[in-house]
């Protein structure tokens, strides 16, 4: 909980950055800023006087990435949340008109709450060195390099011959590129992360694609409670209840990419990592749904994952990089 009662919201565009403030006056010329190195820094320049407690902004598909980044660098807290966050809290407080300035209206207010919860920390995004993100960006290329050779040899399927050469043709350069990138992403993995892959890797039925996942997409890892790093991974289950009525238990939100890494982790951890064999074979003997018992696994598994990230971090007091 920060003892500042300023806060920020900050609506990110390809072009431009909206910004508003609560609790200070923001002056004028900065309320709407290119969102460039040249914009960043006189936001940072600006914020850095009336130090604020959050900053609050959406995740915009890598747009926000680099402002987040120079406020971080200048030392502020930054929170990127998912957009129907934003949008539900908008909801909520009736408010239906829609801009830029009015989002960033709307994600000041939100920071504001945000800023009294006990567990505003698991909000704050890590500080993310160049390192991160450069293996963050070879991680997403190859998710897209392979939903590219799906899609393709998808279509291979039902193509006619005169096509079939230039699905080959494609399919061929995606492989290479795939070739390309895995071999970078290793080499990268080695040169600036080798404790981290080793140590994850350590653990039964997480490899090298799983690992580089992790590192790259959930930064937050050894740092947080179990409660916690479940829920910002999106496999801790909700209640669904009203009255006398008690619904099944869900499991929602989070980070979906690295949910996805982690379930095909987990498939492999349920033939090869003995507790999490013996664990799932006892919630399928006791009558739960497989799926259900391996989501159940996917907790214990990411809980094993953050408690041995964590005594390290405590044993070591430093960063985990080669």
Do not use: W
């Not at 009203?242 to 980070?255: A, E, F, K, L, P």
């Not at 664990?279 to 009558?287: H, P």
Request: charged letters at 20%; glycine letters at 6%; proline letters at 4%.
């Amino acid at each position: 909980m920060s003892g500042s009662s300023v806060m920020v919201g900050i609506d990110v565009a390809s072009a431009h950055v909206d910004v508003a403030c609560v609790g200070a006056v923001l002056p004028p010329e900065l309320a709407h800023l290119s969102n460039d190195a040249e914009g960043h820094s006189a936001l940072a320049d600006a914020l850095a006087k009336l130090q604020p407690g959050l900053v609050l902004m959406e995740a915009t598909g890598g747009y926000e990435a680099a402002l987040a980044c120079a406020l971080q660098a200048a030392g502020m807290r930054v929170a990127v949340i998912n957009p129907r966050m934003a949008r539900d809290f908008a909801r909520a407080m009736q408010r239906l008109a829609k801009t830029d300035r009015i989002d960033a209206a709307t994600l000041a207010e939100f920071a504001s709450v945000l800023a009294q919860r006990p567990d505003c920390e698991r909000f704050v995004r890590p500080l993310s060195e160049p390192e991160q993100q450069d293996l963050a960006a070879l991680v997403t290329r190859r998710r897209q390099l392979v939903a590219m050779q799906l899609s393709e040899r998808q279509r291979l399927r039902l193509a006619r011959p005169v096509t079939r050469p230039s699905i080959d043709a494609m399919l061929e350069a995606i492989g290479r590129q795939l070739d390309d990138v895995d071999a970078e992403m290793v080499s990268h993995v080695e040169q600036h992360h080798a404790v981290m892959a080793k140590l994850l890797q350590s653990v039964a039925g997480i490899g090298r694609i799983a690992a580089a996942t992790l590192i790259a997409e959930l930064p937050e890892l050894g740092r947080l409670n179990r409660r916690q790093i479940c829920a910002l991974v999106g496999v801790a289950p909700y209640a669904n209840d009203s009255g006398s009525s008690r619904g099944r238990r869900r499991i929602t939100g989070g980070r979906f990419e690295v949910r996805r890494a982690l379930y095909m982790a987990t498939l492999t951890a349920t033939r090869f990592n003995p507790a999490i064999r013996a664990f799932y074979e006892r919630l399928v003997a006791a009558g739960k749904l497989k799926k259900v018992a391996l989501i159940a696994c996917m907790r214990k598994l990411i809980t094993h994952l953050n408690a041995i990230t964590r005594d390290h971090l405590n044993a070591q007091n430093q960063p985990l990089t080669a």
